[in-house]
């Protein structure tokens, strides 16, 4: 079993619609994952059921016992956060700007503070239209650790691709270069790179690149939109060369990614021509250089 991330420097560039028509090209080959939590969505392109689900816990919140609290105030004062405020009489910790450090219960005096497990968000295992499986996920609104929800659902996707006997597992990670794109990264066999032509989608391949170099991954790029800014494509096409980075495909701007989008559906099923044929032959490509 192989893993494949694919990843962008940059949000915008395509990343998602690219790897959902890779799920879709590969069919009952591989297991999905979504490692997008922050901003999920796969699955609007590949309909999935939401069959199994489960709450995900990371970090701690501080929670207050009205029944005992002798409202001294010493937590308010001591919260470096102003996480903890006083209103008609009673003190209440918002659990949003609450960073779960503890430290309000350490000087309670009445030992009315308490810490408990942060409830961050959901993951599920979903079946989806391709005949396979995806397993994804929902960050809760203001919730942190988005690094440790991509573990889980990297680790539940290797190990249903194990019991399912799949090729591949299928990643759509997060863009930018922070921690749940160094978590999605973790293990994994070949990187896909997705940009765009221009002058931040050129400086954020050259970043996100000196991540992966630093896991010592393979990786290959595609250019999207690449029709749009011939001078930036160049530019782009020169650093693959310097960097010996498969240069995978060119995808010309079309409208149809966005008509796809709208229809709930990816670009290779929407469109069975040229941009479908691309796709089709950069997907054979990946899994050559994976294998």
């Not at 949000?11 to 090209?25: C, I, Q």
């Not at 659990?95 to 350490?106: F, V």
């Not at 930018?176 to 896909?192: I, T």
């Not at 032509?197 to 999207?224: M, Q």
Request: hydrophobic content about 40%; aromatic content about 6%.
């Amino acid at each position: 079993m192989k893993e494949i991330v694919v990843i962008s420097g940059k949000g915008g560039t395509g990343k998602t619609s690219v790897t959902a028509s890779f799920a879709r090209l590969a069919g009952e080959e591989v297991v999905v994952a979504d490692c997008d939590v922050d901003a999920a969505d796969m699955h609007l392109l590949l309909s999935p059921d939401f069959d199994f689900s489960e709450e995900f816990y990371s970090g701690e919140v501080s929670v207050i016992d009205q029944s005992n609290c002798i409202q001294c105030g010493i937590c308010a004062n001591a919260c470096q956060f102003a996480a903890i405020s006083f209103a008609r009489g009673i003190y209440r910790i918002d659990p949003i700007s609450c960073e779960g450090c503890g430290y309000c219960a350490r000087v309670c005096p009445t030992g009315t503070i308490i810490n408990k497990p942060r409830l961050s968000g959901k993951w599920y295992i979903s079946n989806i239209r391709t005949g396979s499986l995806m397993v994804h996920a929902k960050l809760d609104i203001g919730a942190d650790n988005s690094g440790k929800l991509v573990a889980k659902v990297k680790n539940e996707a290797k190990e249903l691709a194990l019991e399912e006997r799949k090729a591949y597992v299928l990643v759509d990670g997060p863009p930018g270069v922070g921690c749940p794109v160094v978590s999605s990264l973790s293990g994994a066999n070949f990187v896909v790179l997705v940009t765009e032509p221009t002058l931040s989608g050129v400086h954020d391949l050259k970043r996100v690149y000196e991540l992966v170099k630093k896991f010592r991954l393979k990786a290959g790029c595609i250019i999207n939109k690449a029709d749009l800014n011939p001078e930036q494509s160049d530019a782009i096409r020169k650093f693959l060369e310097e960097e010996n980075i498969p240069h995978l495909a060119d995808l010309p701007y079309d409208e149809d990614f966005s008509r796809a989008i709208t229809q709930g559906t990816t670009i290779v099923e929407y469109n069975e021509g040229h941009l479908k044929r691309l796709l089709a032959e950069s997907w054979e490509k990946i899994k050559k250089l994976t294998n």
